[in-house]
């Protein structure tokens, strides 16, 4: 079983910063992905950024410039380091991981409970 574990939500001005991490433990096989996802109140969950295995990066426009994630992949972790925060960005932000037993098997994805970011005007 795989386990994600998401921290550093919180409470942030207009204007301010967080960092968010994520770090997966168990029986993980080979990660493709790593990236966070969010859900505003009332909407759908949209992806805010990805990360590869080869550190290629994805990011949806509204964060592009703003937010940046990394990973660690000693530590199984990753991270996203969002700047400037607006109101728009309050939402449960969630971690996503896609990775396969082998390369031969499906790739399965996993979800971390979530971690709320509100930010106050």
């Known amino acids: 079983q795989v386990q994600l574990v998401e921290s550093g939500g919180g409470l942030v001005q207009s204007g301010g910063s967080l960092r968010l991490s994520c770090a997966a433990s168990g029986s993980i096989g080979i990660i493709n992905t790593m990236g966070w996802y969010r859900q505003a109140p009332g909407k759908q969950r949209e992806l805010v950024a990805t990360i590869t295995s080869r550190d290629a990066t994805n990011y949806v426009d509204s964060v592009k410039g703003r937010f940046t994630i990394s990973r660690d992949n000693a530590k199984i972790t990753v991270y996203l380091q969002m700047n400037s925060l607006t109101p728009e960005d309050t939402a449960v932000y969630y971690c996503?991981?896609?990775?396969?037993?082998?390369?031969?098997?499906?790739?399965?994805?996993?979800w971390g409970k979530g971690t709320l970011v509100t930010v106050s005007s």
């Open positions: 996503n991981l896609e990775a396969q037993r082998d390369r031969f098997s499906l790739v399965m994805k996993y």
